[in-house]
């Protein structure tokens, strides 16, 4: 039968390796017409949606297919398929305002394991993501979940560092009421005299700028990472807020 499902989707794989997009998005389209459970339908036609900008189609399309490829571990795909059909499914939902069913998303997707693979560098992969670590991250702040946008921030940080997201980090680390440890990580780029070694100077006062216009967020990540920095022997007792002025 010509117009049978499996015939029309190895069409559309053709299409697809022969570089003619079109063809092959027409071809997904029948194969879902006839068959709306397909799962390589629900991902080709919801990554192409994605890739269009058609945030709401590629939520309704891959949230059919997520489910069925998590129920069983995400055994039938690759982690590099599991991240790019679960990055595009959660920042979709993010772009439609559904912050806390992407960071679900984003966590399956991404895992809580922070760190790479041995020998594995900044490529595109790490690139992209680090960015879903990110936007999880932000999201998870979204919706008052703290503990779950450091997870994120730290895993964003694994693959690609970047100074704007240690000092989200951090002040994820704030919200969610551990001082110390954010105390911890905004004290990475400083020593015992942070304001008089030029060079940690700037490297600080870089990390705190890269939170750009949240001006709250960063006095209150200036204030306890200069909390953090050991006082000299004789000096006066002074509050992180004056000495920090």
Known sequence: DPGAPELRAARAEIAGAAGDPARARADWEAVLALDPG???ALVSLGIDAFEAGQAQRAAALLGRAWPD????GFAAISDAGRIAIGGALARSLFRLGFDEAGVEVSVGALGYDPGPAPGRGINAAARSEAQLALEAGEASLRCGRADVAFVM????ITLVPDARTVALAGYAQLVGGDAAGARMTLSILMDDSPWREAERTVLAEWLLRALGGDGTARETLTIESMSAVPMARGASAATPAVRTR
């Open 38 to 40: 397909n799962m390589q």
């Open 69 to 72: 490829l998590s129920a069983d």
């Open 153 to 156: 921030f730290a895993r964003s």
